[in-house]
């Protein structure tokens, strides 16, 4: 059960939000599943050369320059430097990894009305890509560009003429849009508030044991809200404390980036704390300095606070709830999300995993080989966890 407290460590048992913002939030649309998949999907190819569309090499539309609302979850783009196809752009509000320019999960939205539409790519190595048309997946999962260090063209190819709403996530790097010369792409506005994420590779993805950084708990979380305007910015293996790469990138640092970036959430989620070494009381002092930036940088959003993520493992349960509520009892949120710690928590349990079941608990099926990450469907099932959790606390 989650519940709030104030700045002062009081809990809070009615707790109104009054803001328009939070409002909005505190009346997100019912969802009776978490993702639909399209009955008769489009036919996708991935191509390279002239478009099969307009006959040109290059695209109609710059979404970066021309039509930048459609970019979803970035906030800032440049061309890269690096001998990158000098056409692409990538996100500069990324939180520094190890070699500072891995691509994060982002979004191009847009409406158009013909039976053709595509999207040109530069495709670093491991890009994937998922596409949503209508409110309705083609797949829930990452699908694999098949290529890399290429530009290659995403074709959606519907049969016919009609005014569709394209959702395409993905890692690779934005080049252009096209459909036919008499058809017409315009930008899809996202729904719901503007939120920030802040954590580790249970947030940002894990290779391997999830297909890509758009497919965590996050977008879980996010499509049973009815959120789309989601910003991911977790940077794998940090913490309050850890760094990873020699690179200022823990969880300050990467609020420090986002700030830097001049994104304006109205929603603000850290979850954080899992890869840090160090007692409860060590790991909530370094917590305290990333809630106070979150605090100065954007006053009016909702800070929600959750527990370092716990997928089971015999013996680590106390462990993990010491370190929570240290967390917990430092840090100024207006929401607390715990896992493990409370009713209803933690949410994995038994101590299996893929090639290693037990036959007890769901982490059979949830934990994936590494006994570290989630699955796929482990971040499915997590997200809605988190969902229906944050809307209890929301609506109490």
Same mark, same amino acid.
């Given at each position: 059960?989650?519940?709030?407290?104030?700045?002062?460590?009081?809990?809070?048992?009615?707790?109104?939000?009054?803001?328009?913002?939070?409002?909005?939030?505190?009346?997100?649309?019912?969802?009776?599943?978490?993702?639909?998949?399209?009955?008769?999907?489009?036919?996708?190819?991935?191509?390279?050369?002239?478009?099969?569309?307009?006959?040109?090499?290059?695209?109609?539309?710059?979404?970066?320059?021309?039509?930048?609302?459609?970019?979803?979850?970035?906030?800032?783009?440049?061309?890269?430097?690096?001998?990158?196809?000098?056409?692409?752009?990538?996100?500069?509000?990324?939180?520094?990894?190890?070699?500072?320019?891995?691509?994060?999960?982002?979004?191009?939205?847009?409406?158009?009305?013909?039976?053709?539409?595509?999207?040109?790519?530069?495709?670093?190595?491991?890009?994937?890509?998922?596409?949503?048309?209508?409110?309705?997946?083609?797949?829930?999962?990452?699908?694999?560009?098949?290529?890399?260090?290429?530009?290659?063209?995403?074709?959606?190819?519907?049969?016919?003429?009609?005014?569709?709403?394209?959702?395409?996530?993905?890692?690779?790097?934005?080049?252009?849009?096209?459909?036919?010369?008499?058809?017409?792409? %315009?930008? +899809? $506005?996202?729904?719901?508030?503007?939120?920030?994420?802040?954590? /580790?590779?249970?947030?940002?993805? @894990? !290779? =391997?044991?999830?297909?890509?950084?758009?497919?965590?708990?996050?977008?879980?979380?996010?499509?049973?809200?009815?959120?789309?305007?989601?910003?991911?910015?977790?940077?794998?293996?940090?913490?309050?404390?850890?760094?990873?790469?020699?690179?200022?990138?823990?969880?300050?640092?990467?609020?420090?980036?986002?700030?830097?970036?001049?994104?304006?959430?109205?929603?603000?989620?850290?979850?954080?704390?899992?890869?840090?070494?160090?007692?409860?009381?060590?790991?909530?002092?370094?917590?305290?300095?990333?809630?106070?930036?979150?605090?100065?940088?954007?006053?009016?959003?909702?800070?929600?606070?959750?527990?370092?993520?716990?997928?089971?493992?015999?013996?680590?349960?106390?462990? %993990?709830? +010491? $370190?929570?509520?240290?967390?917990?009892?430092?840090?100024?949120? /207006?929401?607390?999300?715990?896992? @493990? !710690? =409370?009713?209803?928590?933690?949410?994995?349990?038994?101590?299996?995993?893929?090639?290693?079941?037990?036959?007890?608990?769901?982490?059979?099926?949830?934990?994936?080989?590494?006994?570290?990450?989630?699955?796929?469907?482990?971040?499915?099932?997590?997200?809605?966890?988190?969902?229906?959790?944050?809307?209890?606390?929301?609506?109490?």
């Amino acid at each position: 059960m989650a519940y709030m407290r104030d700045a002062h460590g009081r809990r809070l048992d009615s707790f109104k939000v009054a803001d328009a913002r939070s409002d909005l939030i505190r009346h997100a649309p019912p969802r009776t599943q978490v993702r639909r998949v399209m009955t008769t999907p489009p036919t996708i190819t991935v191509y390279s050369g002239n478009s099969t569309i307009t006959g040109a090499a290059a695209p109609q539309i710059d979404p970066v320059t021309a039509m930048p609302d459609c970019l979803v979850g970035g906030a800032g783009w440049a061309h890269p430097t690096n001998g990158w196809n000098a056409a692409s752009w990538w996100r500069t509000d990324r939180a520094l990894d190890v070699n500072g320019l891995t691509v994060a999960g982002y979004k191009i939205m847009t409406y158009c009305d013909q039976a053709k539409y595509e999207a040109s790519f530069y495709i670093p190595s491991g890009a994937t890509y998922r596409v949503k048309v209508d409110d309705e997946y083609v797949t829930t999962t990452a699908t694999s560009f098949g290529v890399a260090g290429a530009t290659r063209w995403l074709q959606l190819d519907f049969g016919t003429a009609a005014l569709r709403r394209i959702v395409i996530e993905t890692t690779a790097l934005p080049i252009g849009l096209n459909t036919s010369v008499t058809g017409t792409i %315009w930008p +899809a $506005r996202p729904r719901g508030p503007r939120v920030i994420a802040f954590g /580790d590779s249970y947030t940002g993805g @894990a !290779t =391997g044991a999830n297909g890509a950084a758009y497919t965590t708990w996050l977008s879980a979380m996010a499509d049973t809200l009815g959120w789309e305007d989601i910003y991911q910015n977790a940077v794998g293996s940090t913490g309050y404390i850890a760094t990873v790469g020699g690179q200022q990138n823990n969880t300050l640092a990467q609020v420090a980036k986002a700030v830097a970036a001049g994104i304006q959430p109205d929603v603000v989620i850290v979850s954080s704390g899992h890869n840090d070494n160090g007692t409860p009381t060590e790991i909530a002092a370094a917590a305290v300095p990333v809630y106070a930036a979150i605090r100065a940088a954007w006053p009016d959003a909702l800070v929600v606070a959750a527990g370092p993520w716990f997928v089971g493992g015999a013996g680590q349960l106390a462990t %993990w709830a +010491a $370190r929570e509520a240290a967390i917990f009892s430092a840090v100024d949120a /207006d929401v607390f999300i715990p896992q @493990a !710690t =409370g009713p209803g928590v933690p949410w994995f349990t038994g101590t299996g995993r893929v090639g290693a079941t037990t036959g007890v608990g769901n982490s059979d099926a949830y934990v994936y080989s590494d006994a570290v990450h989630p699955t796929q469907a482990g971040h499915d099932y997590a997200g809605v966890r988190f969902a229906e959790t944050l809307r209890e606390a929301l609506s109490s």
